[in-house]
């Protein structure tokens, strides 16, 4: 997973997506890139930032051999400067 991208876990609703969309651009907002000390060079402080706020991981319980996810919970894969190459770690504790 590449710095500037999130993992997290919520409803899949258009709406709720949308909303993320608008409240992290309002947290961090892209533009003037020169707001920004890290933007030497390159021009993704604000994706760093909403990577922060997002989250890195995800854990998820499995109970019989399923996700143990409320009813409309799913695993998200948010990035947020652009596409780049992706790999992804599952990491299985437990019995």
């Known amino acids: 997973m590449h ?6 876990i ?4 258009p709406g709720l997506h949308q909303d993320y ?3 992290l651009e309002e947290l961090a907002p892209h533009e003037p890139v020169n707001q920004y000390r890290h933007n030497v060079g390159e021009d993704n402080a604000d994706a760093h930032m909403k990577r922060q706020v997002m989250g890195r991981e ?3 319980a499995v109970t019989e051999g399923r996700l143990d996810f409320g009813p409309w919970e799913q695993i998200f894969y948010g990035e947020f400067d652009g596409g ?12």
């Open 3 to 8: 710095i500037t991208a999130s993992v997290f």
């Open 10 to 13: 919520n409803d899949d609703e």
């Open 21 to 23: 969309d608008k409240w």
């Open 58 to 60: 995800v854990v998820v």
């Open 84 to 95: 780049r190459k992706k790999r992804a770690l599952v990491k299985i504790i437990g019995e």
